[in-house]
């Protein structure tokens, strides 16, 4: 009997390697076949937590009976709650459609969307792709895009204000600027308490304010705030004497001092103005009260030579 009729069949001096790369093989497919598992989960809880938060018509529940006339039941609360939900994504909605407006008409992105009505030409205007493309009349189209600045602030600053507060602070930005704008809603929260606002006490408020009424358009809306309040409980003027351009630019400039001495990026003329203002009632250091005093003094003196001088 020779070696070869003990041959069990187990291969030859290759046959090690080839086990070896069989079973790294198996290993790999393995291997693989977690990471699809696990790619597929991590799919699946996105889709789901993206589902969860899409706005929808479908997600708000159809109007139905009362199931009774006492309690809500644990249904009807729920129904409730995706109700609200509704509700709430629509102030927020708003705001952003105004800003998408508004972003559109800046950049005259319309400018090669040809007209619907009229595909051998693109559209002209904002109000005119608006009220076309996407049904929005002329009025609210104007309306979003001056009212969004106004909601984002709010909003950053912790206020829950809805669309129809917004609209009453409109005119308000339009003629004295969005920090005033704010500043009227920060009077009223401040008055009344940041949930009891309303549209109606901003329009009440906002035609409280005199027509001769002067605001800084750079000041910090909680110092306009406390402005307007002053004005409207009659303690302080509406209108403050005129400042000639050339003492406002002095004072700007003065102000971009300071701020590099302090290494900041601005100071406010409000903040110079305050400052300016302490420094005048300081009675332990009468530096600037005397200096204020002196230059009027100068100025009276000039006044009456020169009255004298016309009277000759």
């Known amino acids: ?15 090690p390697e080839t086990t070896a790369d069989t079973l790294t093989a198996v290993d790999t497919g393995r291997d693989e076949k977690q990471q699809q598992a696990q790619a597929k989960l991590i799919a699946d809880q996105v889709a789901a937590a993206v589902e969860e938060v899409r706005p929808g018509l479908d997600k708000i529940p159809d109007p139905v009976e009362p199931a009774g006339e006492g309690e809500l039941t644990d249904e009807e609360l729920e129904r409730l709650e995706l109700c609200n939900q509704g509700i709430e994504l629509h102030k927020t909605a708003w705001f952003m459609a105004g800003k998408a407006l508004d972003t559109v008409a800046t950049g005259r992105l319309f400018r090669q969307t040809p007209h619907r009505l009229e595909p051998d030409r693109f559209y002209k205007t904002i109000e005119e792709w608006a009220e076309v493309e996407k049904g929005i009349s002329v009025s609210k189209c104007n309306q979003w895009r001056a009212a969004w600045p106004i909601g984002e602030v709010l909003m950053a600053r912790g206020f829950d204000a809805n669309p129809g507060q917004v609209r009453e602070l409109v005119p308000v930005k339009n003629v004295y600027g969005l920090n005033a704008a704010v500043a009227v809603y920060v009077l009223v929260a401040d008055t009344w308490g940041k949930d009891k606002v309303t549209a109606k006490r901003l329009e009440e408020t906002r035609k409280l304010m005199p027509g001769d009424l002067k605001l800084e358009d750079d000041e910090d809306p909680d110092i306009l705030a406390k402005t307007i309040k002053g004005v409207l409980l009659g303690e302080l003027p509406a209108s403050a004497p005129s400042i000639p351009p050339a003492v406002t630019q002095a004072v700007d400039r003065r102000a971009v001092d300071l701020a590099n001495v302090f290494n900041r990026s601005r100071i406010p003329r409000s903040e110079v103005q305050l400052r300016l203002l302490e ?34």
């Not at 009729?5 to 290759?14: A, I, K, R, S, T």
């Open 1 to 15: 009997m020779t070696e070869r009729n003990f041959d069990l069949g187990w291969g030859d001096e290759e046959e």
């Open 279 to 312: 420094a005048f009632a300081d009675p332990k250091d009468t530096t600037v009260y005397d200096a204020v005093l002196e230059r009027m003094k100068k100025e009276e003196q000039a006044a009456k030579k020169a009255a004298r001088k016309a009277l000759k």
